[in-house]
């Protein structure tokens, strides 16, 4: 029987952290199903998804907390059970940009879950532009057939530009 394990390591960044920590899951007889890896100032947050027999996800288990030491890495491990795609009927996206003030994220990311929208994916980062703060996200969507696209994109709109932001709510191919 599969067994699933989510896999987090944040430490700062040099070469062959990655490498490391993926022979430690090849040595236990561990498949990497899904990972995602970014960097943060000097630090690298690396997040995977796991599956394995019992005896190889225990192991996992056992022998990360001393790599994660020898590393000089913060670790953290999850069993979940296996992620059952729900019935999504269309994927967008939602970008958007402008001047970084405290709260936009959380305004967004609560008008779509005030809509029922599911957030399948997320990025954002700040930069300098021209002496201003300017942020930028982009968001994958996913729409359950039930959901009315219309509806979240004319709230969206309403939203951003009350936040004095420019984006773009588009289907994803």
């Not at 059952?84 to 609560?110: C, W």
């Not at 929208?117 to 057939?145: H, P, Y």
Request: aromatic residues 4%.
């Amino acid at each position: 029987m599969t067994q699933h394990l989510v896999v987090t390591a944040i430490g700062t960044d040099r070469t062959g952290l990655v490498s490391q920590l993926a022979r430690l899951v090849t040595d236990c007889h561990c498949n990497i199903l899904d990972s995602r890896m970014a960097i943060f100032g000097h630090e690298l947050t690396l997040i995977m998804l796991l599956a394995g027999d019992p005896s190889a996800i225990s192991r996992v288990e056992h022998l990360l907390p001393s790599l994660g030491l020898e590393l000089d890495l913060l670790t953290m491990m999850k069993r979940t059970p296996a992620h059952e795609l729900p019935a999504v009927a269309s994927h967008y996206v939602l970008s958007y940009q402008g001047p970084d003030k405290v709260g936009t994220l959380r305004a967004i990311t609560a008008l779509l879950a005030q809509h029922q929208v599911s957030i399948a994916a997320l990025r954002s980062k700040t930069i300098t532009k021209n002496g201003i703060q300017w942020m930028e996200a982009s968001m994958t969507l996913q729409f359950l057939q039930e959901q009315s696209v219309p509806d979240v994109e004319q709230a969206v709109s309403t939203l951003l530009a009350e936040l004095q932001l420019s984006g773009e709510f588009s289907a994803q191919n």
